[in-house]
């Protein structure tokens, strides 16, 4: 018998917008700073990020909660 899959995540013509994936360029421009910098902190620790191979991979949602937690 196959497996029955919730598919209501699924976005079909378009994409969600709070899980997208930015890469470090993308989420410099997000931010509004300097691509090194936004390197510099994820290596650091500082702002929530993944390395894929050589990359960073940032999400969008994980920014914003990033960003509201710092600000206050």
């Known amino acids: 018998?196959?497996?029955i899959r919730d598919l209501s995540n699924i976005y079909?013509?378009?994409e969600d917008?709070?899980?997208q994936v930015m890469t470090s360029v993308e989420a410099a421009e997000y931010?509004?700073?300097h691509v090194?910098?936004?390197c510099r902190l994820a290596?650091?620790?500082k702002i929530p990020a993944k390395k894929v191979g050589s990359e960073w991979r940032f999400l969008r949602s994980v920014l914003d909660?990033?960003?509201s937690e710092?600000?206050?």
């Open 31 to 33: 931010l509004k700073m």
């Open 70 to 72: 710092a600000l206050v």
């Open 65 to 67: 909660s990033w960003l």
């Open 1 to 3: 018998m196959p497996e």
């Open 17 to 19: 917008s709070t899980s």
């Open 36 to 38: 090194k910098t936004v």
């Open 12 to 14: 079909i013509g378009g």
């Open 43 to 45: 290596k650091e620790g």
